[in-house]
């Protein structure tokens, strides 16, 4: 009875150990990243639609947790980044975006503009305003 309960104790572990899924992102990998370790996805966009394909329902993972390890960097972000309820999981299942050890995660909205960009303002309508 003994063995039999550690048994499936035992296989309850190994079946919880893989419900997790992590995926991957650098701002510094390079383009065609599939979220894995060795090729993350550049963006949080990419990683975050990964995530949505593969927790549609009746999908192998669609009951799985999923963590998302962002690399320290910074992430240009061109439009806003929306989460909705589906991006949030489920008490059993939660989807966690965490930052990587040894940096910082920044999220840089809207466009770099070079300091030569600007110039003096010398129309004089303008200056009398």
Partial sequence: MMKCLLLWLSLGMVSCAYAQVDVYVSSEAPAGGDGTRAR???TLTQARDAIRTLRR???PASGKAV???????????EASFKL???????????????AGKGGKV??????????SSFTPVTDVSVLSR
């Fill in 40 to 42: 993350p996805f550049q």
């Fill in 57 to 59: 329902p009746g999908s």
């Fill in 67 to 77: 963590t998302v390890h962002v690399a320290p960097g910074v992430y240009s972000l």
């Fill in 84 to 98: 909705g309820a589906v991006d949030g999981g489920t008490a059993e299942a939660p989807i966690v975006y965490r």
């Fill in 106 to 115: 920044r999220l840089q909205g809207g466009v770099t503009l070079a300091p």
